[in-house]
């Protein structure tokens, strides 16, 4: 195979033109290293080329330490070649090695495109994992696992005529925690729960029929699912066991919440049983003050950073719910149709120990005093955030809660404000579109959830709106200022640090957010917004992947600087120092805010209008 037919093959070369690859291929260079041979020194003489294995492999080593081996195909040098620093790890041949050299000059323009910018963040991101693995021994759970390969022993099979106290001796005699049941219907399911909450607390007998007690359509995973995802996927819907399908659709038995994260107090689900389990608000609170250590747990377990932030939401999901029947175990029965809605980052499922309270009520009005249904739910309201703030959730600054009556009104009055918004925002209006356009139903009968869901497909009939939206993604900048390093505060409480949050993971939020409802687009995570728009045509994958890639890449060290503060004791927050986060670190953040602002250019273009 020739050098073109090669790298046409490979990213970041796999989308390039023909001239363009015409031109990498005839300034290619050919060099063999034997054995040993160090190609790339850390903190050496900067890469003076892009090198791409065509035959053999290499080892990546950080302080001595192998973290990583490059086989045929990958590439090394990049971080090095864009920055003009030194090597930031030790690359030395592992075996007989081939690489295409490809000059400075070159390789630049590669690498400063889109492409070559998603993979330069991709090849940092894999880096750090792979050192953070080398020197942790001790794993959690394993997100790019399969759940096939967690399953220990066949399930147990029993009949829908047997009874609960024969399902009880049975469960015991084989130490397994549940039992599944074939139906015509389909797979039932009876648990350990099940016999205490369905049996036991209502009174029934050994007699009862399994058929009578158990989930007649259990939910089941195939076994090629992700860990990671079985995991929120279980945590989200409140389940404890999967049953799991092979690809054939046959039945290879079983995976349970603590396959996934083990019996430890700081998993999601001990968490969430303790919350479900609270008699009162103070056990709630106590409960969901472990949501620090959760984050660390899971951190620690190497667990995709985005994820990390979708497991707190649906923590915090928890406690309002549980605080929710308190306050109304306390104040009666509500007057009318409710929904408590969470806003901004809790409605995207983005949220980390460092989060506050962003959220709002939606209420019907069937003929009830108006001021009497908004007094009793303010009370509610009141009762819910005074338990949030107890149990680690602030308060929202902006008084973005449904403590605020501007937050609390009827479903009608909120379908008519949006309505009004896309029609004419106003200043009001956009000053609080990051928060109040970002909402998602947690509680309550009230669809209210979906009827704001309908104006806002409506959206691409209000070009005005859309140009607003953009206007708002445009309004905070990443910070590349300087070449050489990251530019960071000046003045003030946090002179000397750079803000991750609203310096990147905040911006791309907003770009999603412009290009999702601005075209109709109703979903509310930051990642799934950026594929939903690159499917409807609204960008294309140039666009995504680098902004994809960057999220996480910033989640990443958000969270990871959340953890470090937590374990010292102070309290978490965005501020970083860059100059302790490593020089791979560092070369990351430069190249996710690259891409940030390479987007917003973009999108300043695309929408006419101007970047301040």
Not at 67 to 94: C, K, R, Y
Not at 156 to 165: L, Y
Not at 241 to 250: I, K, N, T
Not at 258 to 286: N, Q
Request: glycine share 8%.
């Amino acid at each position: 195979m020739d050098v073109r037919s090669f790298l046409s093959r490979l990213p970041p070369f796999d989308g390039l033109h023909a001239k363009a690859l015409d031109r990498i291929a005839n300034s290619v260079e050919i060099e063999h290293f034997a054995p040993g041979t160090v190609i790339l020194q850390q903190a050496g003489e900067p890469a003076h080329h892009l090198y791409v294995i065509r035959r053999g492999a290499v080892e990546v080593s950080d302080g001595g330490r192998v973290v990583d081996l490059l086989v045929e195909g990958e590439a090394f040098g990049g971080t090095s070649l864009v920055s003009g620093g030194s090597p930031t790890a030790t690359i030395s041949a592992h075996e007989d090695t081939l690489c295409y050299l490809i000059p400075a000059e070159v390789a630049a323009d590669v690498l400063e495109s889109s492409a070559g910018v998603t993979f330069l963040v991709r090849a940092l991101r894999r880096r750090i994992e792979r050192i953070d693995e080398s020197w942790e021994s001790e794993r959690g759970a394993d997100q790019y696992r399969a759940v096939g390969s967690l399953i220990r022993r066949e399930p147990v099979i029993s009949e829908p005529s047997e009874t609960v106290g024969e399902a009880a001796r049975r469960m015991a005699s084989e130490r397994v925690s549940c039992l599944l049941i074939p139906t015509p219907d389909g797979l039932g399911i009876l648990t350990d729960r099940d016999l205490r909450s369905r049996v036991l607390a209502q009174g029934r007998g050994p007699g009862t029929p399994i058929a009578e007690v158990m989930t007649p359509a259990a939910t089941t995973i195939r076994s090629t699912t992700l860990s990671g995802d079985a995991l929120l996927r279980m945590l989200e819907g409140g389940f404890h066991h999967f049953p799991v399908l092979a690809e054939d659709g046959s039945l290879l038995g079983v995976v349970t919440d603590t396959d996934l994260m083990g019996v430890g107090r700081d998993t999601p689900f001990a968490v969430k049983a303790a919350i479900e389990r609270a008699d009162d608000a103070a056990g709630v609170s106590t409960a969901g003050r472990a949501i620090p250590a959760v984050v660390a747990s899971l951190m620690d377990a190497s667990a995709d950073p985005v994820d990390v932030g979708r497991v707190v939401a649906l923590i915090v999901d928890a406690m309002t719910r549980r605080f929710l029947e308190q306050g109304i175990d306390d104040l009666g029965d509500p007057p009318t149709a409710w929904s408590w809605l969470a806003l901004g980052s809790a409605a995207r499922h983005e949220q980390a120990i460092a989060t506050d309270q962003d959220h709002a009520m939606a209420y019907r009005l069937d003929g009830e005093p108006p001021e009497e249904v908004d007094a009793y739910f303010a009370r509610l309201a009141e009762f819910v955030s005074a338990g949030l703030e107890e149990g680690g959730i602030p308060r929202c600054r902006a008084e973005a809660m449904a403590t605020n009556a501007a937050l609390r009104r009827p479903l009608p009055a909120w379908v008519d404000r949006l309505g009004d918004w896309m029609r004419d925002l106003g200043p009001v209006g956009s000053e609080q579109l990051s928060i109040v356009l970002d909402f998602r139903s947690v509680a309550g009968p009230l669809d209210a959830q979906g009827e704001l869901d309908a104006i806002v497909r409506t959206a691409p009939s209000h070009p005005g709106f859309a140009r607003q939206l953009s206007r708002r993604a445009l309004d905070l900048r990443p910070p590349t200022g300087f070449f050489r390093d990251l530019v960071v505060e000046a003045h003030g409480e946090h002179a000397g640090t750079l803000d991750v949050k609203h310096g990147g993971i905040t911006i791309i939020s907003n770009l999603a957010r412009a290009y999702a409802i601005g075209n109709g687009i109703t979903t509310k995570r930051t990642l799934a917004r950026l594929e939903e728009a690159e499917r409807a045509g609204v960008i294309d994958e140039e666009t995504r992947l680098p902004l994809s890639e960057a999220f996480r890449f910033l989640w990443n060290v958000r969270l990871q600087h959340h953890v470090l503060q937590h374990r010292e004791g102070s309290a978490p927050d965005d501020h970083l120092d860059p100059a302790v986060l490593g020089p791979l670190a560092r070369q990351g953040m430069k190249e996710a805010f690259r891409s940030i602002a390479r987007a917003q250019k973009a999108l300043a273009l695309q929408a006419g209008v101007s970047m301040r």
